[in-house]
């Protein structure tokens, strides 16, 4: 007698991503009440299991879904609005003064809307975000039904959504305690950046860390400007005086970290810090190249990210794979640095241990939540394909993505999405430039 489940899933190739360095060939995933409960050989699925849907992939890989280990998915809306501005007069000229004129609970829903559907379309089934109005990005991730962990901002100086830096913490912990039982949605507390958070809110984002067992998301070492004036102000460099407070630990996701000292590097491997590499917003802003090879070598946990729309301009991780897989080997000169196996892991488990869910989604094991995608090799100009993972880093875009589950949910299939009220955004995106251009000539 076969057992039931509810979804069988038949791929040419199963990349399971843990243990790394392996595809499966000819094999299926089988999914009970949206968890993976087996991966085994399709003949061997086929005879065992009676499933209420079957889905044949015969020219695809399927892989863990990506996950975007750092985006601020509202920007979306700044998409194209600051381009070729070093990041200090980006921010201090043209993001920040828009966000004064524009934030609100509606700004943020509608990027963030329109920034999920990108990423689901490229296959991402996680985002780890960092925006205000957290519980406006929570409606967004939920409506699309992508999983995102929501960072709980901090900052030193007011916005339309807050006037403290406490105000900051108090509200986006009063969202988390409304949002924490929907399953999709984790947490973070997002201090913006060192040079932006005084040693007090760090040291008590540091205390609620603790106590509330939630990672501590911020900018680290983007800029060497950032770095310079940061020793200028408080006598140390960024990442020392984050040491110094408390900070540094497994629940760091330290993002960028462009311009790391050796000993740095050492400290972040033996305090278990994550690093979330972001390609191509670096390369556009002219931050530099974060040191991926040393880091890796010094066993830190590396992620990928696409930072947000109006720094990259794409939210895009197939891309971003691509590039930071190149980008290590041409600092290296090294055809090895990097490999595609590597950036996949970085891309999924990475990013998933990153925000401390490696023991839920990241990989295709039993047990963890089935939030997959498919990627579509069998095009004639993905041939030949010797090595699938190979072919998904290296000759695959985002246009190769047909289908994307989170927790067996399909919510991309064969290209489509499946709920209808997300397939035209045209109008939504027309009414936010409107009102930025028109915010600007005022």
Known sequence: MRLPADTLINARWVIPVEPQGIALEHHSVVVVAGRIVALLPTAQALAQYDAAESVDLPTHALIPGLVNAHSHAAMSLLRGYADELPLSRWLRERIWPAEARLMSDEFVHDGTLIAATEMLRGGVTCVNDMYFYPEAAARAYLSV???????????????????????????????RDRLRDEPTLGFCLAPHAPYTVSDASLIRVAALAEELDLPIHTHVHETRNEIAEHEVAHGSRPYERLRALGLSSSRLIAVHSVHLQAHEIAQMANDGVSVVHCPSSNLKLASGIAPVNSLIAAGVNLALGTDGAA???????????????????????????????????????????????????????????ADLTSINLGAWDMQPCHDPVAQIVYVAGRDQVDDVWVAGVRRLARGALT????????????IWGNRLVSSTSV
């Not at 039904?145 to 009063?174: C, E, H, N, Q, W």
């Not at 490999?339 to 295709?364: F, N, V, Y």
């Open 145 to 175: 039904g992508l999983r995102a962990s929501i960072g709980l901002v901090v900052i030193d100086f007011p916005t339309r959504y807050a006037s403290s830096a406490d105000d900051y913490l108090d509200k986006g912990l009063a969202a």
């Open 311 to 369: 720094s990259n301009n794409r939210l895009d991780l197939m891309g971003e794979m691509r590039l930071a897989s190149l980008l290590a080997k041409g600092v290296a000169e090294d055809p090895q640095a990097l490999s595609a196996h590597q950036s996949l892991r970085a891309a999924t488990l990475g990013g998933a241990r990153a925000i401390g869910q490696d023991a839920a989604i990241g990989s295709i094991t039993p047990g963890k939540w």
């Open 419 to 430: 709920t209808d009220r997300l397939t035209s955004l045209d109008n939504l995106v027309c």
